[in-house]
């Protein structure tokens, strides 16, 4: 059983920083694409950025230049550095990860979220 902890998250006043952590424990063979989703109230969860296992990475349009993911392969975990946070950040962030179960198992798994308000 694959399980994605997160850690962070809370009420920071606009243009603060927060760091979020998600550490993906359990048995598996490896982990692949490792991303963070938002969940803003009364809309759908999106992508805000998302990190290959070489370090590839990509951000959502409105995070760019703020926004830095980032992950320790050693440590099964992924970050999110979010800097200048403005209101419009405010929301749920989930952490998602592609882990291969067995070579030829991949699951998608998610962490339980993690609330971050931005609010002065």
């Known amino acids: 059983q694959v399980q994605l902890v997160e850690s962070g998250g809370g009420l920071v006043q606009p243009g603060g920083s927060m760091n979020l952590s998600c550490s993906v424990s359990?048995?598996?063979?490896?982990?692949?694409?490792m991303a963070w989703f938002r969940q803003s109230p009364g809309e759908q969860r999106t992508v805000v950025a998302a990190i290959t296992k070489s370090g590839r990475t990509t951000y959502r349009g409105s995070v760019e230049g703020r926004f830095t993911i980032s992950r320790d392969n050693a440590k099964n975990t992924v970050y999110l550095q979010m800097d200048n946070l403005q209101p419009e950040d405010t929301g749920v962030y989930y952490c998602?990860?592609?882990?291969?179960?067995?070579?030829?198992?991949?699951?998608?798994?998610w962490g339980q979220g993690t609330q971050v308000t931005v609010s002065a």
């Open positions: 359990g048995t598996f063979f490896e982990i692949r694409l």
């Open positions: 998602n990860a592609d882990v291969m179960r067995t070579p030829k198992d991949l699951v998608g798994s």
